[in-house]
């Protein structure tokens, strides 16, 4: 009896315990942010393959691209044709970059000057069809420009060697022509007898 007398009054003195209901249960954490995909920087125009670059063009420099990729693998009597089928490219800005192009395959000198002039009509055109072609005008009318130059050295070399083994030539004729005359003198002739031999000497007459 006297040992339920102290857990009795332990019992009492111990804070009642709350309910189950009571007790706060602490709310899950919320979750993460969703994970979204880093997105590569995209490339310049100026990187890209060709054929990237006229997928992401639209309008008439799309056109003049795939144009410029059809003409390009054309031959000499292909290209003849295909530029007597376009014809006077008159006023107009597609037109006139599509016979450049075409002129500029053809690797003959009067076609190239062609071409450069009329990129360059493209180039000072005011109107609003042609500002869009300007920017590729302006690099093709340098490239053709600088092709122009390289073929003007090139045939410049050529014509300076020809003219150096013309001289070589005149030279060479001329140092056979003085051996020639050299030999002659040096040949005895054959025609011409012998000059006499001289009469032996015999006594002097006396007075």
Known sequence: MAI???VLLAACSAPPRPPAE??????????????RPVEAEPMAPAT?????????TQGPV???LAYADKVRPLGGN?????????????????TQMQVALALAQTRVPADLVRAIGLLQRVIANPATEAQPLQPLARVLAAR?????????????????LRDSQRRI???NDRIEALRAIERSF????SGTPPPPAPAPAGPKPTP
């Open 169 to 171: 030539e005149q030279l």
């Open 78 to 94: 292909e290209l003849a044709a295909e530029i007597g089928r376009l014809g006077e490219p008159g006023e107009s800005p597609t």
């Open 22 to 35: 009571a007790i706060a249960v602490p709310p899950p954490p919320p979750p993460p942010p969703p994970i």
């Open 144 to 160: 053709y420009q600088e092709q122009r130059r390289v073929e003007d050295d090139r045939d410049r070399q050529a014509q300076q």
């Open 4 to 6: 339920a007398v102290p």
């Open 186 to 189: 040096a040949r005895p002739n």
């Open 62 to 64: 799309a056109a003049v």
């Open 48 to 56: 890209h393959p060709a054929l990237v670059f006229t997928q992401l």
